[in-house]
């Protein structure tokens, strides 16, 4: 989970266009806010938390805003209107789940999804050739990088079974890493420089406030709760049962907690991370004290600054290679969740093909909305906010269900549609 936590911290410092030591500071709070995120879930403080085996790791979804207004505002903006929507949305969600989550059925979150892995596609593209800006953008050695970290993740993962599989990616950009140094592509100035303990203080970069990335962060913390709710029940499916009322308000308040009190020590938000539902389901290990320990290990590493620095001395090649498998494999999780659980009938197409082609449309042409005031530029502009919203309007006020024909599971008619006898 490091890994996906980190990618955010860098591809938001390299929006920011911070520098070394302050996007070693970045990866040093996304891996240290990830594991208190992880113990507070297993363990609960209070009503935060859900006594469950859930992994927390800075979320996806918030990439683009984080790294559109981080560009043009500041990171002072972006942790100000993350404090103030992680303290008022995850706990009004937590509080009103029940009556929220008929508007979030898998056509809108599985929607969300697809456009998250979807866009982020060219970020990890830019990376494999050397990073925006770098004079070498293109070159044979950053493609040569790139390349056998993505090979070397894909092929493990595909043809091996166990931990090689599950270690697929981290084993590519070792290899990668190995390269780069015998290439001779890496400074360790930073690692030197870096110290070997630190306590983190509040406020680095400050705190700013302005209306349209509160409201940004607002919705997008709707869309992570909501992802938080789906992998609980996917994790108590491994027991056979759902989650309780308890469990689902205590694992949502742990989102925004957690989310709020990281951003006023430089972190980013955090989530839950679907890639433990499956490693749960897959190996049969639901022990909370197993993720809670592995939860201890993040914090340790977490205050380490010396880690975080070897972290940043990855280079932005071998690094877009993982991204690449990363947001690919968002997006086809995105896709499974679709294709199982809707029926393609041609309601639900019109708005999958609706909400895609606007969001991708932005993505692609961010310049489109450029008349429009600015803050509606920054609040428009975001390919996760133009999907989501139209897919949620669009799947409440259209006529018909976007539920299956067949329940997945048993391939039987749901009690929903009749049957022809």
């Known amino acids: 989970m490091i890994v996906p936590s980190t990618a955010v911290a860098f591809i938001v410092a390299g929006a920011a266009g911070v520098g070394t030591a302050d996007t070693t500071f970045l990866v040093q709070m996304a891996i240290l806010f990830a594991g208190v995120a992880t113990v507070i879930q297993a363990y609960t403080v209070g009503p935060v938390g859900a006594r469950l085996p859930i992994v927390m790791g800075t979320s996806f ?17 972006v942790f100000g209107s993350i404090i103030v929507s992680a303290f008022v949305v995850p706990f009004l969600l937590g509080w009103q789940f029940k009556r929220l989550e008929s508007f979030f059925p898998p056509l809108v979150t599985g929607l969300i999804v697809v456009i ?21 953008f293109g070159s044979m050695e950053n493609l040569g990088l790139a390349g056998a970290v993505l090979s070397i993740a894909v092929l493990f993962n595909l043809l091996l079974d166990g931990v090689w599989r599950l270690f697929s990616i981290i084993i590519g950009i070792a290899v990668g890493y190995v390269a780069a140094v015998a290439l001779g592509v890496i400074d360790f100035a930073p690692v030197f420089d870096a110290a070997w303990f630190e306590i983190p203080t509040p406020g680095e970069f400050g705190y700013s406030l302005e209306p349209i990335p509160v409201l940004t962060f607002m919705f997008l913390f709707l869309v992570s709760g909501m992802e938080t709710i789906g992998d609980m029940t996917g994790i108590t499916a491994a027991e056979g049962r759902s989650p309780t009322d308890e469990e689902f308000r205590g694992g949502i308040f742990a989102d925004g907690f957690i989310s709020g009190i990281g951003a006023i020590f430089g972190s980013f938000p955090q989530t839950s991370f679907s890639q433990n539902v499956g490693i749960i389901n897959f190996t049969g290990v639901m022990s909370r004290h197993v993720v809670g320990i592995g939860g201890i290990m993040l914090i340790g590493l977490g205050l380490i600054p010396k880690f975080s620095a070897i972290v940043t001395t990855i280079p932005d090649a071998v690094f877009g290679g993982a991204v690449l498998v990363m947001v690919g494999m968002v997006a086809a999780s995105g896709m499974r969740l679709l294709f199982l659980n809707i029926e393609m009938n041609r309601r639900n197409m019109v708005i999958i093909a609706t909400s895609l082609g606007l969001g991708l449309g932005i993505a692609t042409v961010p310049e489109a909305v450029q008349g429009l005031p600015e803050g509606a530029q920054t609040f428009f502009g975001e390919p996760v906010i133009v999907t989501g919203m139209t897919a949620l309007l669009l799947n409440t006020f259209v006529p018909g269900e976007s539920s299956p024909l067949f329940d997945v599971s048993t391939k039987t008619p749901t009690a929903a549609e009749p049957t022809d006898d």
């Open 116 to 136: 998250i892995g979807l866009y982020l596609i060219p970020v990890g593209m830019q990376y494999s050739a050397g990073g925006v800006g770098a004079a070498d």
């Open 61 to 77: 979804a918030f990439v683009g805003a984080m790294a559109s207004i981080g560009g043009s505002s500041g990171l002072d903006v």
